[in-house]
């Protein structure tokens, strides 16, 4: 029971980041460790060379201006001064006899007998002895042009116990140090997973719940989880809107269809029933009633083909006015009925690539609705125009137009607004004339005020202007 829980942790994202930004801590600490020690040790080391060193170069310029005498009386004054730590003095002639030598208190005969074992009196040379724990024996030689060597030396701390006391220091705040990093990881690792664990939580509450509406907060930040977390809200969002879209599609193709289906089948049966000379009228109502529902069915393929890409489309080079013609004349007994008035404006001949059989259906689905929200005696214009190097084709009306809330939703499949209800259709019309203008590259625009009337615009791409007017 009590490792699952600890196993379980430490295959977390926060327990492997604070692992590797410890270990990377304790790498980093050790390396500069490593950098300071051996720098240490070289400045120790150049400290007390430089400081021999010099007081050997002292000492040979007073040899060589006044000779053993005057070094003598020089090295007394110098070791007087100091009183700790005099300098060791040797001097030795080309043949081997010692001229001068200056015992420091603090020296022992071992440490000379050492520096008789150890030291190289024929050459420049610079030697350190470990003497104890405490101090080492540092030591110069220098031969001049006359034979003569000079040593010059003294007892100094040792390096080693110098370097052993920054060890322990290092190991006594190392732990310390460590358990702040870890600790400090681990508030920094909260804090940068804290975005991806409300990504979780959100995502475990919308397949516990089934709710939609669920949003991850968002951070004032700018950076990358951030644009993660604005991304996976939007992708919510228009889930969201996907699943209602559906939801309320599912539940007009029901209602849609229910009522075919259900005069069908009344049909059937009364033909069934009754086997009189009515059967053959049933049976043309049961046609029109199938034909009816395969129309819903082949226009919601026709819409989910075009807004996948996969409409297949037969460019040629049309002439919009002649589409829009043709249209006019398909509904222009329809119109006569209500006294509703159809006027085009267009200036120039226009031809584009288009699928003349499907722009003339988008053509037809928007003047069919224009003419069926309009009121009698009402007028429908239909406008073609240059835009910005393209072709605007413009559907207005005068009819009862569209409320606010229902326009983000009127390209919805089998979406009715409040108005459509009472009439015929299928709710397709606008997503089919969409979904067509779309897969030739255009888009659609619309503005509408109840009571006021509507303006459909498809914005078409790639026009060609062609000499002559349309009619």
Same mark, same amino acid.
């Given at each position: 029971m009590f490792w699952k829980p600890l196993r379980d942790f430490t295959r977390t994202l926060s327990f492997r980041l604070n692992v590797w930004h410890a270990a990377i801590f304790l790498g980093s600490a050790a390396l500069v460790f490593t950098l300071i020690y051996f720098l240490l040790g070289a400045a120790i080391e150049r400290k007390d060379r430089d400081v021999i060193e010099a007081r050997l170069r002292e000492y040979i %310029? #007073?040899?060589? *201006? *006044? $000779? @053993? +005498? %005057? =070094?003598?009386d020089w090295t007394s004054r110098v070791n007087e001064a100091r009183k700790e730590r005099m300098f060791f003095v040797r001097v030795t002639n080309a043949n081997g006899a010692v001229q001068l030598e200056v015992m420091p208190q603090d020296w022992f005969d071992q440490d000379l007998q050492r520096v008789d074992e150890e030291a190289k009196a024929e050459a420049d040379d610079w030697r350190r002895l470990p003497r104890n724990g405490e101090t080492d024996l540092t030591l110069a030689t220098r031969v001049l042009d006359d034979g003569t060597i000079f040593q010059v030396g003294r007892s100094s701390d040792s390096r080693e116990t110098l370097l052993g006391k920054f060890r322990q220091v290092f190991v006594i705040i190392i732990p310390p140090v460590l358990l702040i990093g !870890?600790? *400090?990881? %681990?508030l920094l690792t909260?804090?940068?997973?804290? +975005? @991806?664990?409300a990504l979780v939580e959100a995502a475990a509450s919308i397949i516990n719940t089934g709710r939609m509406d669920v949003r991850v907060p968002e951070r004032r930040a700018d950076d990358e989880l951030q644009e993660l #977390? #604005?991304?996976f809200n939007r992708m919510l969002e228009h889930n969201e809107k996907l699943f209602r879209t559906l939801r309320d599609s599912l539940d007009n193709v029901a209602h849609d269809l229910r009522t075919p289906l259900s005069r069908l089948r009344l049909s059937l049966e009364e033909s069934l029933r009754t086997r009189s000379d009515g059967t053959q009228d049933a049976i043309i109502d049961a046609l029109e009633e199938t034909e009816r529902v395969q129309t819903i069915i082949r226009t919601l393929m026709d819409v989910a083909q075009a807004e996948s890409g996969l409409m297949p489309l037969n460019l040629v080079a049309a002439d919009v006015g002649s589409l829009i013609a043709d249209v006019i004349d398909l509904y222009d007994h329809i119109a006569q009925e209500k006294q509703i008035a159809i006027a085009t404006e267009m200036g120039e001949s226009i031809s584009l690539p288009l699928d003349a059989a499907r722009m003339r259906q988008a053509f037809a689905n928007l003047l069919d609705n224009a003419i069926k929200y309009t009121p009698p005696h009402g007028r429908v214009t239909i406008a073609v125009r240059a835009r910005d190097g393209n072709v605007e084709v413009i559907f207005s009306d005068t009819g009862v137009g569209i409320a606010e809330k229902d326009l983000p939703r009127i390209w919805e499949r089998l979406y009715r607004t409040d108005q459509s209800r009472s009439a015929s259709g299928l709710g397709l019309g606008l997503s089919l004339v969409k979904a067509i203008v779309e897969a030739h590259g255009g888009r659609m625009e619309v503005s509408s005020a109840e009571g006021k009337g509507s303006a !459909? $615009?498809? =914005?078409?791409? $790639? %026009?060609?202007?062609s000499a002559g007017t349309t009619p």
């Open positions: %310029a #007073v040899y060589q *201006g *006044g $000779g @053993i +005498p %005057a =070094l003598r !870890f600790i *400090g990881g %681990a909260r804090r940068m997973t804290k +975005p @991806i664990c #977390v #604005v991304l !459909f $615009g498809i =914005l078409l791409r $790639g %026009a060609i202007a």
